[in-house]
T-cell receptor, first 114, second 110 residues
Framework: DTEVTQTPKHLVMGMTNKKSLKCEQHMGHRAMYWYKQKAKKPPELMFVYSYEKLSINESVPSRFSPECPNSSLLNLHLHALQPEDSALYLC?????????????FGDGTRLSIL | QQPVQSPQAVILREGEDAVINCSSSKALYSVHWYRQKHGEAPVFLMILLKGGEQKGHDKISASFNEKKQQSSLYLTASQLSYSGTYFCGTSYNQGGKLIFGQGTELSVKP
C-alpha cells in the first residue's frame, strides 16, 4: 500500500468526454507532481505544485488541466483527449519539493482513450 | 537532458550481484534511484547528492562519482524480490525536477 492514493485505478473515456483524476496524500508534503508513463518507458514530468501553486508546467497540452485545491489534494482534469494520451498517470509528493528529498508515488491511474 | 542507464536489461540467478549505471553529460545536483514492479508504483530506494557520497540500504547500495557525473547502483546477493525496472532520476539544481533514465529491467531467476 502506498501513502499516495490515486483514484480511479482505471479509466476508459471517449475523445469528447470530460473526466478527472484525483490524488491524495496525508504526509504533510508541500510539493505534488503529475507524471505520464507509457509502457516500458520512464515517467515523464507534466506538472509540479509547490505550496499549492503551479511551479512547473512541462509544456503540457491544454486538454490537461491541473488543480490543487489544498495541500493534500491534486486533481488532473481531462478534456478532449487523443488516443496517444492513453498511458499510466502517476501522482507523487515530496516534503518540500527539493531535489534532495524522495518522491513518493501513487499506484497510478491507467487511462485508455477510445 | 535525459541520463543514460546501462545495461538496458540484465538477468541474474538468485545470489548473484549486479551493477546498474546512470550517466549524465551535465553536472548533477542529485541522483534518485527507484524500483518499479509491473503494474505498481515506483518505489524510492535512495538519493545521492553531489559530493560523491555512497549510501546503503540492506544489500543495495549506490555511489556518486562527481568527476564522471555517474551514479552506480549495486545489488549484492540478489533475491527474487529485486526483480523489476530500476530508474535513476537526475536533477541539475536544488529545484527538485527529476528527469528519469530509460530504465534497466532486472530479472532474478531461482
Amino acid at each position: 500500500d502506498t501513502e499516495v492514493t490515486q483514484t480511479p485505478k482505471h479509466l476508459v473515456m471517449g475523445m469528447t468526454n470530460k473526466k478527472s483524476l484525483k490524488c491524495e496524500q496525508h504526509m504533510g508534503h508541500r510539493a505534488m507532481y503529475w507524471y505520464k508513463q507509457k509502457a516500458k518507458k520512464p515517467p515523464e514530468l507534466m506538472f509540479v505544485y509547490s505550496y499549492e501553486k503551479l511551479s512547473i508546467n512541462e509544456s503540457v497540452p491544454s486538454r490537461f488541466s491541473p488543480e490543487c485545491p489544498n495541500s493534500s489534494l491534486l486533481n488532473l482534469h481531462l478534456h478532449a483527449l487523443q488516443p496517444e494520451d492513453s498511458a499510466l498517470y502517476l501522482c507523487a509528493s515530496s516534503r518540500l519539493g527539493l531535489a534532495g528529498q524522495p518522491q513518493h508515488f501513487g499506484d497510478g491511474t491507467r487511462l485508455s482513450i477510445l | 537532458q535525459q541520463p543514460v542507464q546501462s545495461p538496458q536489461a540484465v538477468i541474474l540467478r538468485e545470489g548473484e550481484d549486479a551493477v546498474i549505471n546512470c550517466s549524465s553529460s551535465k553536472a548533477l545536483y542529485s541522483v534518485h534511484w527507484y524500483r518499479q514492479k509491473h503494474g505498481e508504483a515506483p518505489v524510492f530506494l535512495m538519493i545521492l547528492l553531489k559530493g560523491g557520497e555512497q549510501k546503503g540500504h540492506d544489500k543495495i547500495s549506490a555511489s556518486f562519482n562527481e568527476k564522471k557525473q555517474q551514479s552506480s547502483l549495486y545489488l549484492t546477493a540478489s533475491q527474487l524480490s529485486y526483480s523489476g525496472t530500476y530508474f535513476c532520476g537526475t536533477s541539475y539544481n536544488q529545484g527538485g525536477k527529476l528527469i528519469f533514465g530509460q530504465g534497466t529491467e532486472l530479472s532474478v531467476k531461482p
